[in-house]
């Protein structure tokens, strides 16, 4: 069956520290898709990252960083120099090509402070 | 720019009641989905739709049934609201075919059923 964890339900920095955010995935199939969400106070999902299983290649985006790793099913976010702005909850997700479902991690609760 | 909209940001309904919640994509997307999320579950499949009047049922799709008579609106039915009905409700669309797409999510809509 497939799933995804996220192991750290709440994580708490001060601002300009640099945060990881845990992403473990389970699948059966060879072809899938791992998404990143971010939901801000304001509820609206908003989407940050989309990589397939046959690009394993990290990605860097400004302070966003991502950290595919086939070995250990393993897709990990690291915001660098985090400021207040990107306190919110992260969602991790797994999308298998034979069904197109997204499956979400439990989410990680990121609180950054001043 | 994308959006997704749903009817209403807050709603408040009694057990019994038949509620009726409405999303409007204007992406002209070929798949739309529901979702209720809940604190520690993250976000749980209801029901989705990869075309007009299509429809599969996700992971939870029990007490709830959908509608997609238009290929931009989706909608989602609580045939007899219920207290564990509370939830916040996401609408989401997609591209379709063969290559999986991210999802654009709407504000969502948070139930209270008393």
């Known amino acids: 069956a497939q799933k995804v964890t996220q192991a750290q339900t709440e994580i708490s920095v001060v601002e ?4 990881t955010l845990d992403c473990v995935y389970e699948t059966r199939d060879t072809t899938y898709y791992l998404f990143w969400y971010k939901q801000p106070p304001s509820g609206e999902l908003v989407f940050l990252i989309r990589r397939n299983s046959f690009d394993e290649q990290n990605e860097i985006s400004g302070r966003y960083s991502w950290n595919f790793q086939k070995s250990t099913s393993s897709f990990n976010f690291t915001i660098t120099a985090s400021q207040v702005v990107d306190s919110a909850v992260y969602f991790c997700a797994l999308s ?5 479902k997204l499956i979400f991690g439990q989410g990680t609760t990121l609180q950054v402070k001043p | 720019d ?8 807050y709603l408040v309904k009694r057990t019994g009641e038949k ?7 204007d992406m002209d997307h070929e798949n739309m989905f529901w979702y209720r999320q809940d604190p520690g579950l993250g976000l749980r499949l209801i029901y989705f739709s990869y075309d007009v009047k299509m429809k599969e049922k996700g992971d939870i799709p029990e007490g709830y049934s959908v509608s997609r008579e238009k290929k931009e609106r989706f909608s989602l039915i609580l045939e007899s609201a219920s207290t564990n009905q509370t939830s916040m409700y996401l609408c989401a669309s997609s591209l379709g075919g063969r ?7 709407g504000p969502g809509t948070r139930l209270t059923v008393l």
Do not use: M, Y
């Open chain 2, 19 to 25: 509620v009726f919640l409405e999303c409007v994509q």
């Open chain 2, 2 to 9: 994308v959006k997704v909209t749903q009817s209403s940001r």
């Open chain 1, 16 to 19: 300009k520290e640099d945060v």
């Open chain 2, 99 to 105: 290559v999986i797409t991210e999802q654009f999510f």
């Open chain 1, 96 to 100: 298998e090509a034979s069904t197109g």
